[in-house]
């Protein structure tokens, strides 16, 4: 089985480099392993797949060796297990508010003794059954060393229960929503609860149970400020990055005409 760079860099305390992506970009996926990134956070979440499209992307995941970590659009058991069987080396869960979903995640996503996954033993994490039809095969316990689950941190109630939520055995993770969370702080201001605040107790609960804590940034400065202070996880360049390409060759392009 595939091992997980990821969980290498956060095993050693060590910073992953995530992009992310919401297209078809099979060019993508070769650019973000040559430039050294570690994962790519892909967002079928907000963004229209199919399940051939997401197969296509995690075997090409696979083959330049680079991480897939999947943010699902739903919490149904059969069909997370069916992004690991693919391939994703991980999952980002949406929403997770309290522990018992948290559990419900890890009982679907990790084999026993740690859960409670189905198993087939036929897909792309095991080499489609090479790693799996032979004596003694090491797949169960591979699978659950080098895959790892991300919980979202969006609401205040999984603020407030990020100690519980940190503590369930099989996350690895708690990722601070900012767009969410921030939406609906905005919309119950009476909390007196700010993004910053939110994430300092989140990174407290992590780094008393020894998991990773990250959050989103939108520049450099911002990936390093939150790095120092000891995140391992903020995604930074993605394909809507793309955008600014076009504009500064468009403006390039202005430049040359109006000459």
Known sequence: MRKSKVLAKWRNKQFARFCAMGHVLPFFIHYAAKYNYDGIWLDTEH??????????????CHLYDIDCMVRPPTT???????????????????????AEMARRIVAATKFPPIGNRGLDGAGLDCNF????????????????????IVAQIETPEAVANAEEIAAVPGIDALFVGPGDLGLRLAAYPELGLTIDAAVAQVAAACER????W??????????DSYRRQGSLMIPYGGDFALMNVLREASAELDDMLAG
Not at 49 to 56: N, P
Not at 209 to 212: L, N, T
Request: without cysteine.
């Open 129 to 148: 059954g090479s790693d799996t039809w032979i004596p003694d095969s090491p797949y169960i316990a591979d699978a659950n060393r080098e895959t790892f």
């Open 209 to 212: 149970h020894g998991k990773v």
């Open 76 to 98: 149904q058991r059969g069909r997370l297990y069916r992004y690991l069987e693919d391939g994703a080396a991980g999952l980002m869960i949406p929403f997770v508010s309290d």
């Open 47 to 60: 963004r229209n797949f199919d399940m051939r499209e997401i197969q296509h992307l995690q075997a090409l």
């Open 214 to 223: 990250g959050r989103t940034a939108g520049a450099i400065a911002e990936v």
